[in-house]
């Protein structure tokens, strides 16, 4: 029996911008919250640039968030 062999994965270009902005907003919103602006954020870049780069993801990413934090103070 032969072995298989898993190719490396590729690292997740987003992985630091998630660890930051789960911290940044721990006690706003819960990390699943997070995951969908970044994927979000993700496709909207690419779909108006072309690209994806994180530094961009972060940004906008980070916006959606500080949008949702408001829109739930001033909710409750």
């Known amino acids: 029996m ?9 690292p997740d270009p987003y992985e630091h911008v998630s660890a930051a ?3 940044e907003f721990s006690e706003v919103h819960p990390a699943s919250t997070v995951t969908r602006c970044i994927q979000a954020a993700h496709y909207g870049a690419l ?13 906008i990413a980070r916006k959606h968030l500080e949008v949702l934090a408001l829109a739930a103070s001033e909710g409750g």
């Open 47 to 59: 779909e108006v640039t072309g690209q994806a780069h994180p530094v961009l993801v972060e940004r």
């Open 21 to 23: 902005l789960r911290s």
């Open 2 to 10: 032969s072995e298989r062999t898993i190719p490396d994965q590729e």
